[in-house]
DNA sequence: GACGGTTACTTGAATTGTCAAGTACTGCTA
DNA sequence: TAGCAGTACTTGACAATTCAAGTAACCGTC
């Protein structure tokens, strides 16, 4: 390891901001799903995954990347939200390894309800604060620093 | 709740990779530094801040507002990092409620030697695919963010 | 100078997430 | 068609985090 320059002042400003947005905007958003839903962030991501998805089911190693998450992380997940009633698990036809996470129509009840009011904080805590310029800019940097951190599935 | 307008396809699109930099982002960090240093990124900013504040000590709540985490988070992590002989904890002389978080020695050590690995990750992960120009816009982006999402300690 | 309300922090239980195996099936190779 | 590496997912133990009290000290008022 040669490369050990220390940042810019303007990284490094730029750098603690971007840590305090990455750690307050999730908190924040958990705070609001979970008072009104009873949801973490992730488990809302990934039924709102699951709704849109063909046949509101897919795949867990699917679903896992769709959600940015260990293979782990949603098989604990799903359970969860199969005990709640709204996701029903089905061995996959095409390979008997596979399972297949399926929307209930009570899991498709639940995103319905649920969707507005995330929306609404998404909205109010990010881009009513942002000029659509600076979304173009957002999207932009996030696509730069994803290419470099190995995820594919959304770069499209 | 009357704002329930959906988001536009270019803020949906900038919201799913900004969701996948905030998810995939402090897990990458948090691995190189599980792997090299056996801390969490959390824990390892909290050491840092330790290091740049006046006396490498500072009160509970001011460590807890740098870092964006609560001050139970802090509590019990600055409970680990004592047992693990980096951090000390004294009574505040000014206020008999507020405990002084110290940095020891020890710990200073510990941040010196972690650092120019964890520095090299967030330049290779980060800063090394953005522009001059991209490293402001996002700074200004976070900026903006932040005025909304009520943190005021690195808008300065 | 005692009381009530507030602030600063800690604690313990419950939830959530991670890590390292474990199980079950697939598909290649010979 | 038997064996064996690899894949898809699950599980259980552990670590980190949150949530809801709890404790102790401060501050303004009477």
Redesign the interface.
């Known amino acids: ?1 040669e ?5 810019t002042d ?2 490094q ?14 908190a ?1 958003l958990d705070t609001q799903l979970q008072r009104d839903a009873e949801l973490t962030h992730f488990g809302y ?1 990934v039924l709102a995954m699951l709704s849109e998805a063909p046949g509101r089911a897919a795949r867990m190693s699917e679903l896992a990347a769709l959600a ?2 260990s293979q782990s992380r949603l098989s604990h997940l799903i359970s969860k939200l199969e005990e709640r009633g709204w996701v029903r698990r089905e061995r996959a036809s095409d390979d008997g390894r596979g399972s297949v996470a399926v929307l209930t129509d009570a899991g498709h009840a639940k995103v319905v309800e649920t969707a ?2 995330h ?2 904080q ?9 000029s ?1 310029r ?18 594919d ?3 499209g």
Chains 1, 2 share one sequence.
Request: hydrophobic letters at 50%.
């Open positions: 390891m490369d050990n320059r220390w940042l303007d990284e400003r730029a750098w603690r901001r971007l840590g305090a947005v990455m750690t307050l905007l999730p924040a991501w940015n998450g507005p009011g929306v609404a998404v909205r109010a805590l990010l881009f009513d604060s942002l659509p600076q979304v173009a800019q957002l999207d932009e940097i996030c696509t730069a620093v994803l290419s470099r951190l190995g995820n599935s959304c770069l």
